[in-house]
């Protein structure tokens, strides 16, 4: 969880968490729209989880917090825990409250606190903050490992502020930016092609988007996770979907700019 939690920080000043009784799921919206899904299964993270939500019909809480202010106190899981315990509390105003019980040479064991504020978020303002709509891809295939690309985007977002991301149904899949004096593009090939509906083989289906948001999603590469697909919705959206096992699910969607 810490490095999801880092990833996100690095991305926004402010998301939404939300509680069920089988997953947490935090929330990143720019703009109004939905920009990062994450779902971690609570019972992978947890050994024990209690969870009562505002009533039997429903079940949730949600949550709105700084997410850098959660992710210092989680940093402190880098020296060696024996326990840790996150609570929401009510110290004058809400918090997550982070309990982390560090081993010590003497037979007292070492407690470390830390309280995040948070704003619990009312019913009526649950509507926005639901699980976003996927449409229906033009295409759907499986990236190159994401280290790879990050090397080649690192150097690319220092000639255009676009990337434009393409593939085609014989699993070709290309990075590529304009500048005055030259295109610059990047392709693999032979990846797994999950959908297409793409009609002739010399057709591409592509969209250009903010080169510096790509960058960002691959800080996910820290979970090493076990596949990353690439959606595209030809000249208007990028999904991007990746799973570690099936206990985390993260959907990064990138909208399309104009050239």
């Known amino acids: 969880m810490q490095h999801i939690v880092n990833v996100i920080a690095r991305i926004t ?5 939300r509680l069920t009784l089988d997953e947490l799921c935090f929330s990143v919206t ?10 971690l299964s609570q019972t992978h993270f947890f050994t024990e989880y209690i ?3 505002v009533s039997e019909e429903q079940n949730e809480i949600y949550l709105e ?13 880098r020296m060696t825990a024996k326990s840790v315990k996150i609570k929401l509390t009510n110290k004058r105003q809400p918090c997550l409250t982070i309990e982390i019980e ?7 064991s070492r407690q470390c606190l830390h309280d995040v504020p948070v704003r619990v978020i009312p019913r009526r303002e649950w509507p926005e903050h639901q699980a976003p709509n996927i449409p229906e891809f033009h295409i759907s295939v499986d990236m190159p490992q994401l280290k790879h690309v990050k090397h080649i985007v690192e150097r690319m977002k220092n000639m255009s502020p676009q990337l ?6 014989t699993g070709v899949f290309v990075l590529k930016i304009d500048t005055d ?3 610059v593009s990047t392709h693999f090939q032979k990846l797994q092609v999950w959908s297409c509906t793409q009609q002739s083989q010399e057709d591409k289906i592509s969209a250009t988007i903010d080169i510096k948001k790509f960058f960002m999603f ?25 799973h570690v096992a099936d206990y985390v699910k993260i959907q990064y969607f990138l909208p399309s700019v104009s050239i």
Not at 65 to 77: E, K, Q, V
């Open 51 to 53: 969870m009562n939500g």
């Open 13 to 17: 000043k402010q998301c939404t968490l």
């Open 102 to 108: 560090l081993p010590s040479l003497s037979m007292e």
């Open 181 to 183: 004096s030259a295109t």
């Open 30 to 39: 720019d703009d109004r729209a939905s920009m990062v899904w994450a779902e």
């Open 218 to 242: 691959l800080a996910w590469d820290i979970t090493h996770p076990d596949g990353v697909k690439c959606n595209i919705l030809q000249d208007k959206m990028v999904n991007l979907f990746l």
């Open 164 to 169: 434009t991301l393409s593939a085609d149904k």
């Open 65 to 77: 917090f700084d997410p850098t202010l959660l992710a210092r106190s989680l940093g402190s899981l």
